[in-house]
Structure formats: C-alpha cells, structure tokens
C-alpha cells in the first residue's frame, strides 16, 4: 500500500507541473499539488523507505 501512495505522490505531482505550465486551470492545480505533498507527507511520517 505504501508503494502505490508513493506513486499516485509522483504522478499528482507530475501533473501538476504539466498543469502549471501547460494549461491554465486555476485551483485544481494547486489541489493536486497540495495532494500529493500530503502523501509525501504522510509516508515520510510513517517511516516508509523510498527506494
């Protein structure tokens, strides 16, 4: 489970840079990008190795 949370991370990540600089979408953005710093967060908290 701990994998997935590191990837679904990277991907909300990924496309909130395509979104920040690809298209002009407001604050979804920003919402993808709050939600991935929280699974990053929540996964450096429960001391997962990043691998």
């Known amino acids: 489970m701990g ?3 590191y990837v679904v991370a ?3 990540v990924i496309a909130w840079l395509l979104g920040f600089f690809v298209y ?3 604050g ?3 919402l ?3 939600f ?6 929540l996964r450096l908290i ?3 190795r990043i691998v």
Do not use: K
């Open 3 to 5: 994998n997935l949370l």
């Open 10 to 12: 990277v991907i909300l």
């Open 24 to 26: 002009s979408t407001g």
């Open 28 to 30: 979804l953005i920003h």
């Open 32 to 34: 993808l990008l709050v």
């Open 36 to 41: 991935a710093l929280i699974a990053v967060v």
């Open 46 to 48: 429960r001391g997962d």
